[in-house]
DNA sequence: TGTACATCAGTGAACGCGCGTTCACTGATGTAC
DNA sequence: TGTACATCAGTGAACGCGCGTTCACTGATGTAC
């Protein structure tokens, strides 16, 4: 991970530490993060930390954008992964698929899931800052709304308010799902995410889902 | 608030403890929370609250809980102020001041609402202990839905999955509007509960809903 | 190719602070007789 | 009604700790000539 030889001069020390808070917040909960605790693991003085960061506030904002873009990268990944044919099915499965990726982020990395959203300094939302040169996840959405205007499955009307009732519907149950919250274990995310689908489409539009079952 | 007389036994130290934290965190954060600065803010001691607290955390616990029963008492009141007649109108103006109570109280005590459902040792759900003999807030919106079944407004069947989406997409949009999220000024809140209610009845009853235009 | 030197990216020690928690204590209250 | 005493609910001082941050520094790197 790291060559001995050249330990003084560590590489990219901005990354690492953006990376290794990640997993002490993902491992043991925003609590024991601190700039100390973070620089010790890396093997780094305490102090060096503030060559690349200007407080432990920039360093977790940091922390929120690397998990903003990682959410952003899952989304896409879920999209390129849907081999669905024909421009319509496909623009369903990609809002669906996206809404999976979603909520199994959230799932998968709670604590840093929370951080990403939770910080008052760094909203989610559209333009949002994020790691890795990825677009913001609310970009990725309006793409999946974007195709599925273009394939005609919904109106350029009902697209207005599509992004809301998604969005909000899906961050709502990663939401609640998250940390043993009762929404874990009482109710699966598929048909969730078939009530997403029939939102956006619209009550006219139900059977045109996806092969999953409706529940 | 507090006589100087029998300043020595302060007579409702707990509560006094839990009101203060509540101040603290809403007013200055989570990050400004300690026990030695809400006992300093009470006038006390800092260890007098390990005579009601085992801990600083049982004290945040008292908060979370303090908050969940603020929640339920906001939607039972706002239930209470409808006037609505007739059962089927009445279960659906009910449902909506729920939905319309839940996001008020979450925009008007951010930090509150995000200590109440980020404590993963106490998730909010069916069941969840709350501060002054309140209900869950969940049983509120059982309660709203059951109505709705009483008042043959929709089906038992169409009940099953109803709490499911109306608390994700409410939670959801309280969650994303939270601290100035993009939702906060984009996206006003009346579609959204028109959304909750078109969601809960069906598709079949969309011209039932209150008053309200459908935007 | 070799040397001088500015710049970059780290070290190591130290600071002052507020924290959670524990200790031994004391003043107020309530109950038994 | 009065007194003795157990119990309750607070005080005040102290502990050890890890934190964020600053200081003066030094080793490594890259560039000019």
Redo the contacts between chains.
Sequence with gaps: MKKPQDAYHHGDLRSSLVEEAVRVIEREGLDAFSLREVARRVGVSPNAAYRHFEDKDALLSAVAAHGLGMLSRRMREAIEAVSVRGAGPRAIANLRATGRAYVAFALAK?ELF?VT??R?AS????DQTCTNGEPDP?RVLEGCLDALVEASVISPERRA?AE??A???????A??A??????AS??PLE??LD?VID?VLG?SA?SARKPAAK?
Tied chains: 1, 2.
Excluded: A, C, I, N
């Design positions: 709670p929370r959203f939770g008052q909203p989610p939302g559209p609310y308010g809301l009732f969005w909000t519907t899906v961050h709502g149950y939401s609640l998250l940390g043993g919250g009762p929404l009482l109710e048909p969730v009530l939102g009550p139900t529940r």
